[in-house]
């Protein structure tokens, strides 16, 4: 559709070239997205606009020139897209699902585009591709791939921790699968979180030399 590639390409300028949230982490969103809506009674322009923009302003956070990506991504999303003239009725909807897609703060979606967004969102931070972004991260900020001294399952109260296998345990393994919000989410997600599981006991045996 000629306008989504003319806003993929207005907005690739906002993107970091590398890293876990570059535009390759959008376009695995906005696919899944789609998928996720086949069989619904969505808008799709909804969410495509919505997959598209979700992390607009995740850059200005990282370098910590706006707090929260998901509230400044959804007033980013109202000024792109009224200057492009999409319709006016769908831009609250698209703004709507940026603002809530964070699962970090646990906010439940009212609409069913915010739904998917936030599951296809959720999506991504599971299954082999989070495991390579993972340590392409650990390695980024310099934190060891695990650390011995440290008992191996430890759960973490926030997100941060002391290398990337501990890190699994406090972000990837408290997404859990039931909290999806479409059942197509959900079943996938089992898969994406069983495949974690299967890699965190593997690497244990082999870093115990026991495999």
Known sequence: NKSFQELKDNILKYYESGGSHAFDHTQ???????KLSRGQDVDTDVIKAAALLHDVARLK????????????????????????????DKIEKVCYAIKVHRHSKGIKAQTIEAQILQDADRLDALGALTIARMFSTGGKIGIPIFDPNIPFGKVYPGYKSESTIHSFY??????????????????????RYAFVERFLKRFKEEWDGMA
């Open 28 to 34: 695995r969103v906005y696919n899944m997205a789609i």
């Open 61 to 88: 956070e990282d370098n910590n020139e706006v707090e929260d990506h998901a509230e400044h991504g959804a007033e980013m999303a109202k000024i792109i897209l009224t200057d492009m003239h999409f319709p006016s």
């Open 170 to 191: 406090a972000k990837v393994l408290k997404i859990i699968p039931d909290q999806f919000n479409t059942e197509k989410a959900k079943r996938i997600a089992e898969k």
